[in-house]
């Protein structure tokens, strides 16, 4: 088994695991507004010393890469590497809705209805929606069916999915809920469950068996969405 240090912080919660040779893993999640970035290195030192482990000896590092909040995808980016530099690590880059999708196939809730199909939608802030839809499988985790996307709540594509989870059902409700046409009440839904170090790291130990990991040069945020804000000449458009 491999020896992979996970870490996230594409969200508002600060997130560290540590998986040594198949055991337990270590794992803190903090939620944080603006300290992950002094929490973050020392959570890995003091959980490596606790694990009596040498960063150099872990076999690679995995760092969610968003989509998620600017700021904090670049964060744990910088962080993994230059963790990932400094003892010639390889590192794995793994997305946030595929941390999550890990994560969920994993709840009671999912696993009672265990449905083919299934959507992760987060809220990407800005009144629109980051989602992508999934087919479970049985000896491997989900798979991802196309690329993520980024619309409002009401243009996601429920159609065939019968289990939609992450944070854009609380954040817009029925706008999310309702958005197949027809409407259906079917679909089971799981407003709470978030990205995790732990979500980083099962996707993580998939792509290391693989050989899915890669060079650290080759590493980047993944952004959907091209731009953040308006210029003033699009902001006066929109009032006119």
């Not at 690679?60 to 995808?73: K, Q, R, S």
């Not at 994560?103 to 009671?108: E, R």
Request: charged fraction near 20%; aromatic fraction near 6%; glycine fraction near 6%.
């Amino acid at each position: 088994m491999a020896n992979i240090l996970a870490i996230d912080t594409s969200s508002a919660w600060c997130s560290v695991a540590l998986s040594l040779d198949g055991q337990e893993p270590a794992f803190r999640h903090e939620a944080v507004t603006a300290g992950a970035s002094q929490l973050l290195l020392p959570w890995i030192e003091a959980m490596l010393e606790a694990s009596n482990f040498k960063l150099g000896e872990l076999d690679a590092i995995a760092v969610g890469i968003g989509p998620g909040a600017f700021t904090g995808v670049r964060l744990g980016v910088a962080a993994a590497q230059g963790l990932a530099i400094s003892q010639r690590l390889p590192v794995i880059p793994v997305a946030s809705l595929d941390a999550i999708a890990a994560q969920v196939i994993q709840t009671p809730a999912f696993q009672k209805i265990n449905p083919k199909h299934f959507m992760i939608a987060v809220d990407a802030r800005m009144d629109e929606v980051y989602w992508v839809k999934y087919e479970k499988c049985e000896q491997k985790l989900p798979v991802r069916m196309g690329n993520i996307h980024l619309s409002k709540p009401e243009d996601i594509d429920l159609t065939g999915i019968q289990y939609l989870a992450g944070s854009a059902i609380k954040e817009y409700g029925e706008r999310v809920l309702q958005a197949t046409k027809p409407p259906t009440s079917e679909i089971a839904a799981d407003p709470d469950i978030a990205v995790s170090a732990l979500g980083i790291l099962d996707v993580a130990i998939q792509m290391q068996q693989e050989g899915r990991s890669c060079d650290v040069q080759d590493l980047e945020p993944l952004y959907i969405r091209d731009k953040v804000a308006l210029t003033t000449a699009e902001r006066m458009e929109a009032f006119k």
